[in-house]
């Protein structure tokens, strides 16, 4: 079975300042990962995702995440973070065979002007 | 393209009501998958479908609640005799063909609210 973790279900930054939310999966086959941004009263928009090519992915909106196999993890970043990053970003996992996602519990960014 | 449509955007029904929620996949996407988030939650899997078949539904409450996507027209999740704890965002996702590879488009949601 398939999991995701997020780690921080709220994250503050100061406008321009580094951007890091973290991801930890757990699956018993290579995954493919994605991450999702939720903005308020909307669907899910993909901002990036892994299929097994190169482990670091680049997203839209300046984000992007690399794959750590050894650690088991999927962390999204960007360099600056911007007012308009302030939304909500889910991480997700589907497992080779598998057509459905399984979602992390989400974490709210804040960003501080 | 209009992308994904769900309708409609916000639906109240009062408990023991039925609830039917529509979702139009992109053109061109055969598949479809329904999620629910609850207030403060993540997306939780309910059920997978393609044209007139229901492919995974391990995600769906055994009671009261079926979905069908048919030949024509849009898919349909329905909720029967709705309670308290349905109340939640139920988003419907679709994919050309098989969604990890070829990617999920979502849309806005419906948000239903038993009163």
């Known amino acids: 079975a398939q999991s995701v973790t997020q780690l921080g279900s709220h994250v503050s930054v100061s406008e321009g300042a580094l951007v890091l939310l973290r991801c930890n999966y757990s699956s018993s086959v290579p995954p493919y990962l994605f991450w999702y941004v939720q903005y308020p009263n909307q669907g899910l928009q993909l901002l990036l995702k892994y299929t097994s090519a190169a482990t670091l992915v680049k997203g839209i909106n300046g984000f992007e995440a690399e794959f750590k196999k050894s650690e088991t993890s999927f962390h999204l970043t960007k360099p600056s973070a911007h007012m308009s990053d302030a939304a909500e970003y889910f991480c997700a996992v589907s497992a080779k065979g598998a057509q459905k996602l399984v979602f992390g519990q989400g974490t709210r960014l804040t960003i501080n002007p | 393209n209009a992308g994904v449509m769900q309708n409609p955007r916000h639906l109240v029904r009062r408990r023991g009501q039925e609830a039917r929620l529509r979702c139009s996949p992109m053109k061109g996407h055969s598949h479809v998958y329904w999620y629910r988030q609850l207030p403060e939650e993540g997306l939780k899997f309910m059920v997978y479908l393609q044209k007139e078949n229901i492919i995974d539904e391990s995600g769906m409450p055994k009671e009261r609640f079926s979905a069908e996507f048919p030949k024509e027209g849009p898919s349909i999740l329905r909720i029967q005799q709705v309670v308290r704890g349905d109340s939640a965002a139920y988003f419907c996702?679709?994919?050309?063909?098989?969604?990890?590879?070829?990617?999920?488009?979502f849309g806005s949601g419906t948000r239903l609210t038993v009163v």
């Open positions: 996702a679709s994919s050309p063909r098989q969604g990890r590879y070829y990617g999920y488009t």
